[in-house]
Nanobody, 123 residues
Framework: QVQLVESGGGLVQAGGSLRLACEAS????????MGWFRQAPGKEHEEVAC?????????YADSVKGRFTISKDNRKKSTMQLQMNSLQPEDTAMYYC????????????????RGQGTQVTVS
């Protein structure tokens, strides 16, 4: 059974930083992409960043480019982080880790495996 567990969310002041982590277990034995999505109240899921199966191809939403950095542990490819700097109130949302086979796409529906989320609140 696939399980994704996010950690690292919290309350931070504008301009501050947080580092989210995602630990995946039970993944099938194929190459997979890992992404971060967020959902603010009353809004759809938005892809924030994604890293492809090799850990080199990376995608960022325009709203977070230059502020957020996604990375995948080279030794433990089931672990992923999201470094978030210069946080703003508009970054407030529930952040979800998600996994899909092979390459990144930008739709929440394309990711077969999803975590329960970790709340990020920027005041």
């Amino acid at each position: 059974q696939v399980q994704l567990v996010e950690s690292g969310g919290g309350l931070v002041q504008a301009g501050g930083s947080l580092r989210l982590a995602c630990e995946a277990s039970g993944l099938p034995d194929y190459d997979y992409a890992m992404g971060w999505f967020r959902q603010a109240p009353g809004k759809e899921h938005e892809e924030v960043a994604c890293v492809g199966w090799a850990g080199t191809a990376k995608y960022y939403a325009d709203s977070v480019k230059g502020r957020f950095t996604i990375s995948k542990d080279n030794r433990k490819k089931s672990t992923m982080q999201l470094q978030m700097n210069s946080l703003q109130p508009e970054d407030t949302a529930m952040y979800y880790c998600a996994v899909r086979k092979s390459y990144c796409t930008h739709s929440w529906a394309d990711f077969q495996h999803r975590g329960q989320g970790t709340q990020v609140t920027v005041s």
